[in-house]
């Protein structure tokens, strides 16, 4: 009977070792396989340093600690199923020694198995409240952590994403956070379950038989410095899996973006080739962390279970020496498979420890990182009613990126409130970052910009875009329903302020023209419309914005000659009462502007209309005989 308790008993301890060692093993690894792009050798890789120690596990810790009595519940329940288990082959020990040892009384062997039985319900019980608030906790801790990272990636200016792939990031909103959702709802539970179960155990044991817990101590060492050794070559490596395995996401994401142009140009076998070699190098990755993870793993266990071997060895001589009881020593089998399966665990949750602190480490780099355009402590308030005047003095400007050129050089002009200024040019001019000067996305190294007599840099950058509407070269509309893309020039606009947008942009019918109206969904960058509705799409959430000062950078340059027109009218319309800047390449679209401004170099080289410059015979008139002469030929050329 002692040998079939023992056998059933051993049996069910190791399937449970095993079953958390497991999941200890392959939960996070089942992770760390989501496509998680990070920067490709085809993009900036944001810098992210090695973890060295369990450190980056404190800001868990302190987003843990917001939510005291969740966790003062986990650890309540995690320090009752711990005592439970360990209190079992204590309730065995008292069946044997006491139960059968009385002549195998029915009375006696049933009321040690009937707290037996509480024991085990009080396991369930706790297992199943630890479980509720370890995982509660993990999935709190983790909504934290994705929302204040994103409230500090919002507050980021674009010279930022210039040097960190959006793609990179978005892997460290994903699967890092997924890695930590598993260290705070799995992994740290399962190492202090383990840590507690296991401190406990070897107290039992030598409450049992204190020479031959002595001897199991000695074992412990053996264990601990193997884990160390290797636990810190897992811990680079797993890093690199981690990175390699990204590197498979960003190249699917980039070709599945480009889809038509690869088949296009017939280059599915070569982004094939691509893909397979970072799939193979994953796996070479993959395959080296696994078996250092495996031979860690198996010197571990031989060295507990071995040591376990010895001292039953020595159990075995104590009870036919009649100096130890059956129940002792099974008690003590049992306790010390607890022992040898707590800490065989632990091996394995050091690993992930790692592995979570190191995605730790990478979200507190996002958490850590300071905007370079901020509000300054006391921001001045910009005139009111606003004028709309713009002025830009011996501005000298380099793209954080680019240092070595010159995106503007002692550039100065000035937009009178009301008037619509022309920005022409070739490409590389420096049109463009006129703009993004303009809003505030970056300040210039030289010279001042000021809007209405105010220096932007003493003003909240969040005011002077409210001061503003752009309709960029290429509409960009959001995975969301045609009205909410539309309101994001005015959240507060109503469904006829939002028409009333849509007919001034030309919108109106194509709109009312889709399945469900203003709630139909866009898809993934308004992919169900085509170029020329995204740009009138992009128009009338620039006239919802209701601004006095309108930015178009090559606003009708996707529209058809007919919506063209029509939109161009809108637009006249509008300018009417605001200050413009418009950005062309179509000269044709600037001929009405009441000054059109040539630059070239990030100067300005000549002022003036349409036909003034015409005549002048310099850059503007180049452009203008190139493009008119063209479109001459194809006129003639239709008829």
């Given at each position: 009977?002692?040998?079939?308790?023992?056998?059933?008993?051993?049996?069910?301890?190791?399937?449970?070792?095993?079953?958390?060692?497991?999941?200890?093993?392959?939960?996070?690894?089942?992770?760390?396989?989501?496509?998680?792009?990070?920067?490709?050798?085809?993009?900036?890789?944001?810098?992210?340093?090695?973890?060295?120690?369990?450190?980056?596990?404190?800001?868990?810790?302190?987003?843990?600690?917001?939510?005291?009595?969740?966790?003062?519940?986990?650890?309540?329940?995690?320090?009752?199923?711990?005592?439970a288990t360990i209190a079992i082959p204590a309730g065995f020990r008292l069946i044997i020694d006491r139960g059968f040892a009385q002549g195998g009384d029915v009375e006696a062997i049933g009321r040690w198995f009937r707290y037996l039985l509480l024991l085990v319900v009080?396991?369930?019980?706790?297992?199943?409240?630890?479980?509720?608030?370890?995982?509660?906790?993990?999935?709190?801790?983790?909504?934290?952590?994705?929302?204040?990272?994103?409230?500090?990636?919002?507050?980021?200016?674009?010279?930022?994403f210039e040097t960190n792939s959006p793609s990179e990031i978005s892997s460290r909103m994903t699967a890092d956070t997924a890695l930590i959702e598993q260290v705070v709802g799995t992994t740290v539970s399962v190492a202090l379950r383990n840590l507690?179960?296991?401190?406990?155990?070897?107290?039992?044991?030598?409450?049992?038989?204190?020479?031959?817990?002595?001897?199991?101590?000695?074992?412990?060492?053996?264990?601990?410095?193997?884990?160390?050794?290797?636990?810190?070559?897992?811990?680079?490596?797993?890093?690199?899996?981690?990175?390699r395995v990204a590197d498979i996401g960003t190249i699917v994401a980039e070709t599945l973006g480009g889809m038509r142009i690869v088949q296009a140009f017939n280059q599915e076998k070569r982004e094939l080739a691509r893909f397979s070699g970072a799939v193979e190098s994953t796996f070479a990755t993959a395959r080296r962390r696994i078996r250092l993870r495996a031979i860690m793993t198996a010197i571990a266990i031989?060295?507990?279970?071995?040591?376990?071997?010895?001292?039953?060895?020595?159990?075995?001589?104590?009870?036919?020496?009649?100096?130890?009881?059956?129940?002792?020593?099974?008690?003590?089998?049992?306790?010390?498979?607890?022992?040898?399966?707590?800490?065989?665990?632990?091996?394995?949750?050091?690993?992930?420890?790692?592995?979570?602190?190191?995605?730790?480490?990478?979200?507190?780099?996002?958490?850590?990182?300071?905007?370079?355009?901020?509000?300054?402590?006391?921001?001045?308030?910009?005139?009111?009613?606003?004028?709309?005047?713009?002025?830009?003095?011996?501005?000298?400007?380099?793209?954080?990126?680019?240092?070595?050129?010159?995106?503007?050089?002692?550039?100065?002009?000035?937009?009178?409130?009301?008037?619509?200024?022309?920005?022409?040019?070739?490409?590389?001019?420096?049109?463009?970052?006129?703009?993004?000067?303009?809003?505030?996305?970056?300040?210039?190294?030289?010279g001042a910009i000021k809007l209405d007599g105010v220096p932007l840099t003493a003003v909240d950058p969040a005011e002077i875009r409210r001061r503003m509407a752009l309709v960029p070269q290429e509409a960009i509309l959001f995975a969301s329903s045609a009205r909410d893309n539309l309101r994001y020039g005015n959240w507060q606009a109503s469904d006829e302020e939002i028409w009333e947008a849509a007919r001034a942009a030309n919108a109106e019918q194509f709109l009312r023209d889709l399945p469900e109206g203003l709630d139909t969904f866009l898809g993934e960058g308004g992919a169900r419309l085509s170029g020329g509705q995204r740009q009138r799409m992009a128009i009338a959430r620039a006239v919802l914005r209701q601004a006095p000062i309108l930015l178009l950078d090559e606003a009708t340059s996707a529209l058809d000659a007919e919506s063209e027109r029509l939109v161009q009218d809108a637009l006249d319309r509008l300018m009417a009462d605001r200050t413009t800047l418009v950005i062309a390449h179509r000269l044709a679209t600037v001929r009405q502007a009441d000054r059109i401004v040539v630059m070239d170099q990030g100067r300005i080289v000549e002022t003036g209309n349409h036909d003034s410059l015409s005549k002048a015979g310099g850059l503007y008139a180049r452009l203008a005989a190139l493009q008119f002469d063209d479109a001459a030929f194809a006129a003639a050329g239709s008829k």
């Amino acid at each position: 009977m002692q040998y079939f308790i023992l056998r059933c008993t051993r049996d069910t301890i190791w399937r449970f070792c095993n079953l958390r060692r497991a999941r200890a093993v392959l939960v996070p690894t089942a992770m760390s396989s989501d496509p998680a792009p990070v920067a490709s050798g085809d993009q900036p890789e944001a810098p992210a340093k090695p973890t060295r120690s369990l450190g980056p596990l404190r800001m868990i810790w302190r987003e843990t600690a917001k939510y005291p009595r969740q966790a003062v519940f986990a650890g309540l329940a995690l320090m009752v199923t711990a005592t439970a288990t360990i209190a079992i082959p204590a309730g065995f020990r008292l069946i044997i020694d006491r139960g059968f040892a009385q002549g195998g009384d029915v009375e006696a062997i049933g009321r040690w198995f009937r707290y037996l039985l509480l024991l085990v319900v009080v396991l369930g019980l706790g297992t199943a409240c630890r479980f509720y608030f370890v995982s509660w906790l993990g999935e709190r801790v983790v909504a934290d952590i994705r929302l204040k990272v994103q409230e500090n990636l919002l507050r980021l200016s674009p010279s930022f994403f210039e040097t960190n792939s959006p793609s990179e990031i978005s892997s460290r909103m994903t699967a890092d956070t997924a890695l930590i959702e598993q260290v705070v709802g799995t992994t740290v539970s399962v190492a202090l379950r383990n840590l507690i179960m296991g401190i406990l155990g070897i107290g039992y044991l030598f409450f049992l038989a204190p020479t031959l817990a002595a001897g199991l101590l000695i074992g412990i060492p053996v264990v601990i410095l193997p884990i160390v050794f290797f636990g810190r070559r897992v811990r680079s490596i797993s890093r690199s899996s981690q990175d390699r395995v990204a590197d498979i996401g960003t190249i699917v994401a980039e070709t599945l973006g480009g889809m038509r142009i690869v088949q296009a140009f017939n280059q599915e076998k070569r982004e094939l080739a691509r893909f397979s070699g970072a799939v193979e190098s994953t796996f070479a990755t993959a395959r080296r962390r696994i078996r250092l993870r495996a031979i860690m793993t198996a010197i571990a266990i031989v060295a507990i279970f071995g040591s376990i071997v010895v001292l039953v060895w020595e159990g075995a001589l104590g009870v036919a020496h009649g100096t130890v009881t059956g129940g002792t020593i099974f008690a003590f089998v049992v306790t010390a498979g607890i022992v040898a399966g707590a800490f065989g665990a632990l091996t394995e949750v050091y690993g992930d420890l790692l592995r979570g602190a190191g995605a730790a480490g990478r979200l507190n780099e996002l958490l850590n990182e300071k905007p370079t355009i901020a509000a300054p402590d006391r921001p001045l308030d910009l005139p009111t009613p606003p004028r709309g005047k713009l002025a830009f003095e011996h501005v000298g400007f380099r793209y954080p990126t680019r240092l070595e050129t010159a995106a503007l050089s002692d550039f100065s002009l000035t937009v009178e409130p009301g008037e619509t200024v022309a920005i022409v040019g070739p490409s590389g001019a420096g049109k463009s970052t006129l703009f993004q000067l303009a809003e505030r996305f970056y300040d210039p190294q030289a010279g001042a910009i000021k809007l209405d007599g105010v220096p932007l840099t003493a003003v909240d950058p969040a005011e002077i875009r409210r001061r503003m509407a752009l309709v960029p070269q290429e509409a960009i509309l959001f995975a969301s329903s045609a009205r909410d893309n539309l309101r994001y020039g005015n959240w507060q606009a109503s469904d006829e302020e939002i028409w009333e947008a849509a007919r001034a942009a030309n919108a109106e019918q194509f709109l009312r023209d889709l399945p469900e109206g203003l709630d139909t969904f866009l898809g993934e960058g308004g992919a169900r419309l085509s170029g020329g509705q995204r740009q009138r799409m992009a128009i009338a959430r620039a006239v919802l914005r209701q601004a006095p000062i309108l930015l178009l950078d090559e606003a009708t340059s996707a529209l058809d000659a007919e919506s063209e027109r029509l939109v161009q009218d809108a637009l006249d319309r509008l300018m009417a009462d605001r200050t413009t800047l418009v950005i062309a390449h179509r000269l044709a679209t600037v001929r009405q502007a009441d000054r059109i401004v040539v630059m070239d170099q990030g100067r300005i080289v000549e002022t003036g209309n349409h036909d003034s410059l015409s005549k002048a015979g310099g850059l503007y008139a180049r452009l203008a005989a190139l493009q008119f002469d063209d479109a001459a030929f194809a006129a003639a050329g239709s008829k």
